[in-house]
């Protein structure tokens, strides 16, 4: 019986010996990268961003003046 405990035991160790390598190794050679690559898309995103941004801006301008016409041309056949 001993001997199968200290088998378990054993087991035991290697698996936890393996789960702490892993963290390790995933920090050290997967984490930074993985970083890298997720904050450089973003980065490679905001001159699309920017020029949406700018279209946004000239669909609304655009929508203002079709109001303010719509709006004068209401006030000249009412009076």
């Not at 290697?14 to 690559?37: G, L, Q």
């Not at 904050?39 to 079709?66: E, F």
């Amino acid at each position: 019986m001993k001997k199968e405990k200290g088998i378990s035991m054993l087991a035991f160790l290697v698996i936890v010996i393996i789960i702490i390598a892993a963290v390790f190794f995933w920090f050290k050679y997967f984490s930074e990268p993985m970083t890298t690559v997720v904050t450089g898309g973003a980065q490679q995103s905001l001159p699309a961003l920017d020029k949406a941004k700018k279209a946004r801006d000239t669909i609304n301008k655009a929508t203002q003046a079709r109001e303010e016409a719509a709006r004068k041309a209401n006030e000249g056949v009412g009076n």
